[in-house]
């Protein structure tokens, strides 16, 4: 009698599971969130990339901004500043206008010597590449444009991918002078 009660009551409870997980498995499914515009969603991927490599030049200490993981390389700084100046080569191929500010690589760093000027300066090229994406809009990625190392033309979206993948390039790269340093990169950091 009791291996009778055991077996009605597991099979009980087994047939409550089942029910519950069927119940479970009924719940309406919500269909995904429509996709935003080609442009928004470019404009997301900026404030990201920018973001994390802003926060990288906020955050490293302006001693160690002539740091350099080896000697045949770019300094913390100058890495910012080659990453401003090369998004605002692309940036005026793009545009179809000059938007480099006083001159070329060379000239930029010796113009932007401190912390504060580059971060103010990566925080312009951040502001700028903005602006020139929600003035183009969606047409703007369309937009067959000259490619700014070679003698051929390019469809605006491919540079602006391209910068994406520079800038992430370079913030590899700091985070390794970070490491280098016993450091922890802002975004590698436990979040509050």
């Known amino acids: 009698m009791n291996r009778i009660i055991s077996a009605l009551i597991i099979v009980g409870v087994t047939a409550l ?3 519950f997980a069927n119940a479970q498995e009924k719940k309406p499914v919500e269909p995904p ?3 935003q515009s ?3 969603e470019l404009l997301n991927e900026w404030y990201y990339v ?4 802003i926060a990288m030049a906020k955050d490293f200490p302006q001693d160690k901004y002539d740091f350099k993981a080896q000697k045949d390389e770019r300094t913390f700084g100058q890495n910012l500043i080659h990453i401003a100046s090369a998004e605002y080569e692309i940036m005026s191929a793009i545009s179809g206008t000059s938007m480099r500010p006083f001159g070329n690589e060379d000239s930029l760093q010796k113009k932007y ?4 000027d580059i971060v103010k300066f990566l925080i ?13 809009g969606d047409s703007g990625l369309t937009k067959e444009v000259k490619y700014p190392w070679g003698n051929s033309m390019i469809h605006a ?3 602006w991918y391209f910068m994406l993948e520079h800038t992430g390039e370079h913030f590899g790269q700091l985070v390794v002078y970070y490491r280098v340093n016993g450091m922890i990169p802002p975004e590698s950091r436990p979040k509050k």
């Open 17 to 19: 599971l089942i029910t």
């Open 33 to 35: 969130k429509a996709a």
């Open 38 to 40: 080609p442009s928004q």
């Open 50 to 53: 920018f973001g994390k490599v």
């Open 113 to 116: 010597t401190t912390k504060e």
């Open 124 to 136: 312009q090229t951040a502001d700028d590449g903005v602006k020139l994406i929600k003035e183009q």
């Open 157 to 159: 979206s491919a540079l």
